[in-house]
Antibody, heavy 121, light 110 residues
Framework: QVQLVQSGAEVKKPGASVKVSCKAS????????MHWVRQAPGQRLEWMGW????????KCSQKFQGRVTITRDTSASTVYMDLSSLRSEDTAIYYC??????????????WGQGTLVTVSS | QSALTQPASVSGSPGQSITISCTGT?????????VSWYQQHPGKAPKLMIY???KRPSGVSNRFSGSKSGNTASLTISGLQAEDEADYYC??????????FGGGTKLTVL
């Protein structure tokens, strides 16, 4: 079955960077877009960006321009999200989510289990 | 982009129907038939309930339906059940390979 397994929780200091991984299994990794979505405590879902695992092309929300880098390792069927210059407002659960079909329509299913990133001095 | 506008909360009794609205602009909801809806129970990852405005993924109950008119999309849940109590989010394609979520709606089953 299709499954996305994310890396474990992280605690970082302000100004540091964090790299979250998302390992995919159960399907052809390069055929489906992967998105990153975050959710601060008690807050709404927020779309961050996506990657085409086939060619590595990415697009990120303007809000995160310059701070987010999304990459992939096709040999490991893994996508990574790197967020730099962390501040307290970046404390959130970070989810990876695959496009439901091979079209890049932003219909997200399935989702990873989420990775809690806590930014605290 | 600004978040899509959803009511903060809606409620209904078991067996009733409720509708959650999702209002965007002519740059997102109004321009594309690419609105999706997600259900999120506390402490869980979101689950896709409706995609491309009106389609249901396999395994999702036909009590859930979606529609769109102009800049507003809607999610209707008929025959409300206790397990439908959750947060619901809409999401729309916003052009230039970007997407935007709504603010979320808390559904309470009375």
């Amino acid at each position: 079955q299709v499954q996305l397994v994310q890396s474990g929780a992280e605690v970082k200091k302000p100004g540091a960077s964090v790299k979250v991984s998302c390992k995919a299994s159960g399907y052809t990794f390069t055929r489906y877009a992967m998105h990153w979505v975050r959710q601060a405590p008690g807050q709404r879902l927020e779309w961050m960006g996506w990657i085409n695992p086939g060619n590595g092309n990415t697009k990120c929300s303007q809000k995160f321009q310059g701070r987010v880098t999304i990459t992939r390792d096709t040999s490991a069927s893994t996508v990574y999200m790197d967020l730099s210059s962390l501040r307290s407002e970046d404390t959130a659960i970070y989810y990876c989510a695959r496009d439901y079909s091979s079209n890049v329509y932003g219909d997200l299913d399935p989702w990873g289990q989420g990775t809690l990133v806590t930014v605290s001095s | 982009q600004s978040a899509l506008t959803q009511p903060a909360s809606v409620s209904g009794s078991p067996g009733q129907s409720i509708t959650i609205s999702c209002t965007g602009t002519s740059s997102d909801v109004g321009s594309y038939n690419l609105v999706s809806w997600y259900q999120q129970h506390p402490g869980k990852a979101p689950k896709l309930m409706i995609y491309e405005n009106t389609k249901r993924p396999s395994g999702v109950s036909n009590r859930f339906s979606g529609s769109k008119s102009g800049n507003t999309a809607s999610l209707t849940i008929s025959g409300l059940q206790a397990e439908d109590e959750a947060d619901y989010y809409c999401c729309s394609y916003a052009g230039s390979d970007t997407w935007v979520f709504g603010g979320g709606t808390k559904l309470t089953v009375l």
